[in-house]
């Protein structure tokens, strides 16, 4: 099974403290983005448009748009294929952002069944290859679940405890 490469984008904006901005990308990751180390590497200066950033309340109308950041409080004005000039909010490349980002550890808000799957795949005997065929997964899939890097969806965890390894889950809900 040949594995697609995705192209990284942004699924969810978790939340936004000071300025660096917690999200959900499309391969399963929560990443943190902190703009204070962007904005210096930019260097940015009056005559930047995003230099209104640098303001908190202005950097927090970042919003969602197109899977990536985007921020309609700065309009950027571009030409259009039939030479119009057409105003844009002011996006970033979801690429870059993924770059710029790291992986979220040790978030309390996050369930960690890394080495749940782990133990039980051990106990079992089978690899991650063998654990990714039984539950239609892919081997770089589950161990990135198993390094606690991506939280998987309800219906993944399920073919991977259920399917997978054969347990069972119990879900409570008080």
């Given at each position: 099974?040949?594995?697609?490469?995705?192209?990284?984008?942004?699924?969810?904006?978790?939340?936004?403290?000071?300025?660096?901005?917690?999200?959900?990308?499309?391969?399963?990751?929560?990443?943190?983005?902190?703009?204070?180390?962007?904005?210096?590497?930019?260097?940015?200066?009056?005559?930047?448009?995003?230099?209104?950033?640098?303001?908190?309340?202005?950097?927090?109308?970042?919003?969602?748009?197109?899977?990536?950041?985007?921020?309609?409080?700065?309009?950027?004005?571009?030409?259009?294929?039939?030479?119009?000039?057409?105003?844009?909010?002011?996006?970033?490349?979801?690429?870059?952002?993924?770059?710029?980002?790291?992986?979220?550890?040790?978030?309390?808000?996050?369930?960690?069944?890394g080495s749940i799957i782990r133990d039980a795949r051990e106990v079992k005997?089978?690899t991650q290859k063998e654990l990714a065929e039984l539950s239609g997964t892919?081997?770089?899939?589950?161990?990135?679940?198993?390094?606690?890097?991506?939280?998987?969806?309800?219906?993944?965890?399920?073919?991977?405890?259920?399917?997978?390894?054969?347990?069972?889950?119990?879900?409570?809900?008080?």
């Open positions: 099974m040949k594995n697609k490469i995705k192209t990284p984008r942004i699924l969810k904006i978790l939340r936004i403290k000071d300025f660096t901005i917690y999200c959900v990308f499309n391969n399963g990751e929560t990443r943190v983005i902190d703009f204070l180390e962007i904005f210096k590497m930019w260097k940015l200066s009056k005559r930047d448009p995003e230099y209104i950033l640098l303001k908190q309340s202005e950097f927090k109308k970042v919003a969602l748009r197109n899977n990536t950041l985007s921020w309609k409080n700065i309009q950027i004005e571009l030409i259009d294929l039939k030479g119009n000039k057409i105003s844009h909010p002011f996006e970033l490349s979801p690429d870059l952002l993924f770059k710029y980002s790291h992986p979220l550890k040790n978030d309390r808000s996050r369930f960690f069944f005997g089978i892919s081997k770089s899939y589950i161990s990135r679940v198993e390094s606690d890097l991506i939280e998987p969806e309800l219906t993944t965890l399920y073919k991977i405890l259920e399917i997978g390894l054969g347990k069972k889950i119990k879900v409570l809900i008080e």
